[in-house]
């Protein structure tokens, strides 16, 4: 079975600080792809960022980037010059290409003016 | 343009009640999704629909009913619901890119969501 954790139920970051949300998984596919979505208070889930598991390069948009560690199975987002626009719930999620997507329980970002 | 549209926003309906839900993708995508969000619990996937055809039915009670008419359009079906199936009912749509062998899809594109309360 394919899970996802996150740990952090809630974060804290000062306007223009640095912030790192954090998420493990575990799958037994060779082959799958990771995401980390935003959802305001608008609820709308939106695609921050996306990355391919057989891509050693960490994926980047703008201010949000990822740290994937395949042997450890994590996928941890950072968002830089944080923005009280970021504020939002963060999920990450998981699929093996199959129309199952799995998410996690989600970090709740709070920024700070 | 969000490119998937839910209506209603929001509903209130009592347990005798039947109402549906509606989700629009205008994305030309192929495949579309029922989620259900509940607080503090990780997206629960509840239906999935790949043209047209039902693919996936993720033990969802036979209170919810799905419907999907073409690819654009993807109802969801409501009769006797219980309290605990208050929460937030999100949809999304998919573009299966997947070749002979292949099963990629792109990433979920989801709609605002309908806030259901069950009273």
């Known amino acids: 079975a394919q899970t996802v954790t996150q740990s952090q139920p809630e974060m804290s970051v000062q306007e223009a600080e640095t912030v790192t949300l954090s998420c493990t998984y575990d799958?037994?596919?060779?082959?799958?792809?990771l995401f980390w979505y935003k959802q305001p208070p608008s609820r709308q889930m939106i695609l921050v960022i996306r990355?391919?598991?057989?891509?050693?390069q960490n994926a980047t948009e703008n201010r949000f980037s990822v740290n994937f560690q395949k042997a450890a199975k994590s996928f941890s987002l950072k968002i830089s010059d944080s923005q009280l626009g970021d504020a939002a719930m963060y999920f990450c999620?998981?699929?093996?290409?199959?129309?199952?997507?799995?998410f996690g329980t989600g970090t709740r970002l709070k920024v700070l003016a | 343009e969000t490119g998937v549209t839910q209506t209603p926003r929001h509903l209130v309906m009592g347990m005798t009640n039947k109402k549906s839900l509606k989700c629009e993708q205008h994305?030309?995508?192929?495949?579309m999704y029922w989620y259900k969000q509940s607080a503090k619990k990780p997206l629960e996937l509840m239906f999935v629909?790949?043209?047209?055809?039902?693919?996936e039915n993720n033990s969802v009670p036979s209170r919810f009913s799905p419907e999907c008419p073409n690819s654009s359009h993807l109802f969801l079906h409501l009769h006797t619901l219980q309290p605990e199936d208050s929460a937030l009912y999100l949809c999304?749509?998919?573009?299966?890119?997947?070749?002979?062998?292949?099963?990629?899809?792109?990433?979920?594109?989801f709609g605002n969501g309908t806030r259901l309360t069950v009273t």
């Open positions: 629909y790949n043209f047209k055809e039902q693919t």
């Open positions: 999304a749509s998919s573009q299966d890119m997947g070749l002979t062998g292949s099963s990629y899809n792109s990433p979920l594109h």
């Open positions: 799958t037994s596919e060779s082959d799958y792809y």
């Open positions: 990355q391919e598991a057989y891509k050693q």
């Open positions: 999620a998981l699929t093996s290409g199959t129309y199952k997507y799995i």
């Open positions: 994305l030309g995508h192929n495949a």
